[in-house]
């Protein structure tokens, strides 16, 4: 099944040559050196200077923020690299399907509501940037539940290379091992998040292996999750 970047790259090969969308996007066009149509916008910012292609972003986040579903979609897609770096980056977030739509969508989010009377430049790093901090958070974060001895309950996640004392997937292991101890979640359930939220496994597949339909491991990860947010909360 084709994620949402395949999804976004197939629209974009049809749109990319639309005459009526250039039309649409003239002002654009002019500012990336009289483009003559969404592909030429493309291949401007691509290679021009850094002050050259921000003035070209500029131009589409200032429609996109009155409104134009167009010219936002043309940023998404001219943001689509450094989109694509944030779903891997927080892998944390789901498998793959999870942490493509969860990026496409933060990234999309401050594109519509971007602060141009603080932020009149540097769109593309300023976009990306308020994106990744809306995907932190959305990283469930350690709650102080009472403990024994956690490692009983849940098998210890294999640490990344980069991990540091406060990174997302050492503060959700230590969550997930301390709801077990508490009695918040069961051990599957902490497992089933862990698999799917720290080491990147798809839910289909987790449900495949088990017997199990995806909608039902969907279904008993979300009550799982919201009973840590609900301890997260009483805490």
């Known amino acids: 099944m084709a994620d ?4 976004l790259e197939h629209e974009w090969a049809r749109l990319r040559e639309d005459r009526a969308a250039s039309r649409r996007l003239r002002d654009v066009c002019a500012a990336a050196g009289g483009a003559r149509s969404l592909a030429g916008v493309e291949r401007y910012v691509r290679t021009a200077g850094p002050e050259d292609a921000d003035r070209v972003l500029l131009a589409l986040v200032r429609r996109a923020v009155a409104g134009d579903d167009l010219a936002a979609r043309v940023l998404l897609q001219l943001l689509l690299p450094g989109t694509r770096a944030l779903a891997r980056r927080w892998w944390a977030l789901g498998d793959a399907d999870e942490r493509a739509a969860a990026a ?5 989010h401050r594109i519509r509501r971007y602060p141009l009377a603080r932020r009149p430049g540097r769109v593309a790093a300023n976009v990306l940037l308020d994106a990744a901090t809306e995907l932190r958070r959305a990283v469930p974060k350690v709650v102080a539940l009472p403990s024994a001895d956690p490692a009983a309950h849940l098998r210890p996640v294999a640490a990344r290379p980069d991990d540091r004392p406060d990174h997302p997937a050492l503060e959700l292991t230590e969550l997930l091992r301390e709801a077990v101890a508490a009695g918040v ?5 902490a497992e089933l998040i862990a698999r799917s939220r720290i080491g990147g496994q798809r ?6 292996r088990r017997g199990l339909r995806p909608r039902t491991l969907w279904a008993r990860r979300q009550r799982a999750e919201s009973a840590l947010a609900t301890a997260l909360a009483a805490s």
């Open 104 to 108: 496409v969508a933060a990234v999309y």
């Open 185 to 189: 979640v069961g051990r599957e359930d």
């Open 4 to 7: 949402v970047f395949d999804m």
């Open 203 to 208: 839910v289909a597949d987790i449900a495949a």
